[in-house]
T-cell receptor
Framework: GAGVSQSPSNKVTEKGKDVELRCDPI?????LYWYRQSLGQGLEFLIY????????KSGLPSDRFSAERTGGSVSTLTIQRTQQEDSAVYLC??????????????FGQGTRLTVV | DAKTTQPNSMESNEEEPVHLPCNHS???????IHWYRQLPSQGPEYVIH???SNVNNRMASLAIAEDRKSSTLILHRATLRDAAVYYC???????????FGKGTLLTVNP
């Protein structure tokens, strides 16, 4: 497909378990973002990747959260020892370029994570 | 990052124009003004962006004040599908940050 793809679309996990969320960006997009949106809340920036540069991890809420991007394409967001407050929709976006305000970002449909 | 002020909510009737305002008085000279929207249960969707001049695309028009301290997103004929939260985002030209505020919840009445 032509858009940003995220999987799974829904994930229910038990408190304390680890989860992995996947993002396939649009082909050729070098910039990739992860956001989190809790119920009824705005979008919270988590992490940003650009090519081979070191990612901006400034938005990760705790050391239980990590992300990687392999081969400059697919990205995985991992949450270890999940807590109930981690329940949210996790959104991925990709963009053609960085260091420019003149580009738009394209978002996936998100992964709805529920921790029970 | 520049701060934005948008109405919490607005209401419109179907087939009528909608003007969604945004105040960004602390915007810097190199910040582009982006608008995104988020339909219920979906990820955000790009709408339009501009720097100084007014912009038009198939979805909407963007009117930017001469002093760039405010802008207005114009939907020329609202449809039920336009019901969404609309975000105005000054995007720095010098970095990649895309920071979402609370946005405006637009309700479209049939």
């Amino acid at each position: 497909g032509a858009g940003v793809s995220q999987s799974p679309s829904n994930k229910v996990t038990e408190k304390g378990k680890d989860v992995e969320l996947r993002c396939d960006p649009i082909s050729g997009h070098t910039a990739l973002y992860w956001y989190r949106q809790s119920l009824g809340q705005g979008l919270e920036f988590l992490i940003y990747f650009q090519g081979n540069s070191a990612p901006d991890k400034s938005g990760l809420p705790s050391d239980r959260f990590s992300a990687e991007r392999t081969g400059g394409s697919v990205s995985t967001l991992t949450i270890q020892r999940t807590q109930q407050e981690d329940s949210a929709v996790y959104l991925c976006a990709s963009s053609l370029a960085f260091l420019s305000g003149d580009t738009e970002a394209f978002f996936g449909q998100g992964t709805r994570l529920t921790v029970v | 990052d520049a701060k934005t002020t948008q109405p919490n909510s607005m209401e419109s009737n179907e087939e009528e124009p909608v003007h969604l305002p945004c105040n960004h008085s602390t915007i810097s000279g190199t910040d582009y003004i982006h608008w995104y929207r988020q339909l219920p249960s979906q990820g955000p969707e790009y709408v339009i962006h501009g720097l100084t001049s007014n912009v038009n695309n198939r979805m909407a028009s963007l009117a930017i004040a001469e002093d760039r301290k405010s802008s207005t997103l114009i939907l020329h004929r609202a449809t039920l599908r336009d019901a969404a939260v609309y975000y105005c985002i000054p995007r720095p030209g010098s970095n990649y940050k895309l920071t979402f505020g609370k946005g405006t919840l637009l309700t479209v009445n049939p």
